[in-house]
């Protein structure tokens, strides 16, 4: 590796600016307050979501057990319904697959999804010609500044409104007020026009299910409904993780995905199952009536069925991206995203040292963790991520990626006796 | 025998050690140092030498043996979480001694009688759980607040988030050694938002790395208005000096 030490400085850097930045950590204080009374709220309001929680673990360790026959058996399931499963070992095989079906000169909307960033998916379209547009508000005001999403559910946590009224402005040509309400009626009207001139809408997946060969997309703004729906092609790029066994066990999943992420229930759930049809005149089977003729799946396994064999490892693939983690962490309140790379926080450790990034990349977001053990607490799935950090450490360590001071205090209790 | 195992971090720091020896010489309690020049290895355990962490328990665990040590007092959670979970299930080692942390063995001498806390420490205070005596070890949350509730005086409160849930201080995972402004913001944060809402003057802790933690951070919050103390100190404040036998 290119010089380690580089990294651990330039990373240090990035994170004091990020304590530095007073707006930042007012802004995180009132996201984590008000995380916790609305979670709080639903999961009080819900209490059998406690029940159906464990149940959706045992689910999880199920597929993780039994990948290669749920991948199997999704693929099967939504081939009967007219969805095109493609199979993706790498990013460079998930980038070859989109070109395929893409091409060039497209115009793009695209909904929220940290697994499509793991393809460099906006980047790559642009290079090979095409026009992308976010149409979640936060990765809409994320993409307009150029910059990474600080987190799962709100990317744009540490942007004031007084930004986003100068961006907007800016791509309106006219002066917009700080107010949130105007603001997102400058985004509504502007995203809807793309809406329908869209040749292809992209989403992720909060789960697809083996029985079925669904989709399910949860959401509240509704944008994904759009993305999904009113262009002709719909391509859903989709971690291996993300399968469930049935779809009773995707509802599940929406439940206790919402309230933990501290909704009482979203306001749009999708469950997709195949192009839209119509054989109305004269039962002559007519794709793509009001919704898209073609829809794609694009599997990605990135590393993941790999990790999947590691009986301790494997349980970061149960993530189901609620983000009580981040704000329930001791660390994420203060710096944000800027401890991340395409995914980010504590859980985002192992993600990134195991499927996207690689160990160098992981190694200094590893030793910013405190190892505290607060996020499995109040993680659904009950991920042990300190004990996986520390493992990862261990890897980190042999490939001499750690700080430098702490391979000094290291060193110092091997040789005097004490870390000092 | 009574072994006391300082730990590194106390030993650091003079004060700490001081409070420790006067609480044992005014307990009435000998004991036999141990470990003082051997650290417990939990640095390297969470710097990434595994390897090393258990070869060096390995020598610890023998070195404190011969010397027929029967009980063995931590001061430091680490420490604790060494001898009471990492050495025995992570490396497989046999302890033939019962490891207490100094909260546990304050507590049981206040019960059975054989200190007396007499002098007041008139004080409103709130108790931080250190994450490596509390939910990342043994789950010590009782004693404690045992201890403290014994201390006459002494009023507690409980911050929003404590035991399972309470927020760590920052100086964990030895992030203090690679990002110490960061560790020293999370204790700030600490004081802000879960020790200043209890309307209490100070936060009192059980862990060298949390003591020092929160008393750099806290330093920097309300021109330091909330003071940080340590247990053992509290402790030695109100205990009387031992009778003449």
Redesign the interface.
């Known amino acids: 590796m290119n010089n380690p030490g580089r990294r ?1 400085t330039d990373f ?1 850097k990035i ?2 600016g990020a ?1 530095d930045d007073e707006a930042l950590r007012s802004a995180l ?1 009132k996201a984590v307050r008000s995380f916790r009374e609305n979670r709080d709220k639903a999961l009080n309001q819900f209490p059998h979501v406690e029940e159906q929680r464990k149940i959706l673990m045992e689910k999880k360790e199920e597929v993780l057990t039994h990948l290669d026959e749920m991948i199997e058996k999704f693929g099967a399931a939504a081939g009967r319904m007219g969805i095109k499963v493609h199979m993706a070992e790498t990013v460079q095989q998930g980038q070859k697959i989109l070109k395929e079906i893409v091409g060039s000169k497209k115009l793009i909307v695209k909904g929220k999804s940290i697994t499509s960033e793991e393809l460099g998916l906006n980047d790559f379209l642009k290079e090979t010609g095409n026009e992308v547009f976010e149409t979640d508000l936060g990765e809409f005001i994320v993409q307009l500044l150029g910059g990474k999403p600080m987190h799962l559910l709100a990317p744009a946590v540490n942007v004031p409104r007084e930004r986003v009224a100068q961006l907007f402005s800016e791509l309106a040509g006219r002066e917009l007020p700080p107010d949130p309400a105007k603001l997102t009626r400058f985004a509504r009207d502007f995203l809807r026009e793309k809406f329908f001139q869209a040749d292809i809408g992209m989403s992720g997946a909060n789960a697809i299910t083996a029985d079925t060969g669904s989709i399910f997309l949860i959401e509240n703004e509704g944008n994904i409904r759009f993305a999904t729906n009113a262009p002709p092609v719909h391509i859903a790029v989709v971690g291996l993780e993300k399968i469930l066994p049935t779809l009773a066990d995707g509802t599940m999943l929406v439940e206790v995905a919402s309230r933990y992420a501290g909704y009482y229930t979203p306001s749009y759930v999708s469950i997709i199952s195949g192009p839209s049809k119509t054989g109305d005149i004269e039962k002559v089977i007519v794709w793509g009536v009001h919704g898209p003729r073609e829809v794609h799946v694009i599997l990605l396994d990135n590393g993941r069925r790999e990790v999947a064999r590691d009986p301790m490892l494997r349980q970061v693939l149960s993530c189901i991206r609620c983000g009580a983690c981040m704000y329930e962490c ?2 994420y ?3 944000s995203g800027y401890w991340g790379h395409t995914y980010m926080g504590g859980i985002g450790i192992p993600w990134t040292a195991l499927i996207a990034g690689g160990w160098e990349v992981a190694a200094p977001m590893a ?8 996020c499995r ?1 109040f993680c659904p799935m009950e991920i042990g991520t ?1 004990e996986i ?2 493992r990862l ?6 490939r001499g990626c ?2 430098e ?3 000094e ?2 060193q110092k ?2 040789t ?5 | 025998m009574i072994g006391l195992y300082f730990g590194c971090t106390v030993l650091l720091f003079e004060g700490l050690r001081n409070t420790l020896e006067a609480f044992f010489r005014k307990a009435g309690v000998t004991f036999e140092p141990v470990g003082i020049d051997q650290c417990c290895g939990i640095p390297l355990l969470l710097a990434g030498f595994q390897k090393e962490a258990g070869e060096n328990g390995k020598r610890l665990v023998e070195d404190i043996s011969h010397k027929g040590i029967s009980t063995l007092v931590t001061s430091c959670p680490h420490c604790h979480r060494a001898f009471s979970r990492e050495f025995p299930h992570r490396f497989g080692l046999s302890t033939p001694f019962k490891t207490l942390h100094f909260t546990q063995f304050a507590a049981d001498l206040i019960q059975s009688g054989r200190i007396r806390l007499s002098k007041p420490v008139d004080l409103k205070l709130t108790y931080h759980d250190p994450c490596y005596l509390g939910r990342m070890g043994e789950k010590i949350y009782r004693e404690p607040r045992e201890v403290l509730a014994s201390i006459p005086g002494l009023k507690m409160e409980e911050m929003e988030h404590n035991r399972d849930q309470a927020t760590c201080c920052g100086g964990g995972g030895l992030v203090r050694a690679y990002l110490p402004i960061l560790s020293s913001a999370v204790a700030q944060e600490k004081v802000q938002c879960e020790a200043r809402p209890t309307g209490v003057t100070g936060v009192v802790s059980s862990c060298p790395f949390c003591y020092f933690n929160l008393k750099e951070g806290a330093e920097e919050v309300d021109k330091g208005e909330m003071e940080v103390y340590d247990l053992a100190e509290l402790l030695v404040r109100s205990m009387e000096e031992p009778r003449d036998e």
């Open positions: 651990f240090k994170i004091y304590v204080r001791a660390v309140p203060i710096v030793y910013t963790c405190t190892l505290c053990g607060r607490e300190p950090v520390e450490r261990e890897e980190m360590a042999k750690l700080p001071y702490v391979k205090m290291a209790v091997l005097k006796g004490n870390a000092y």
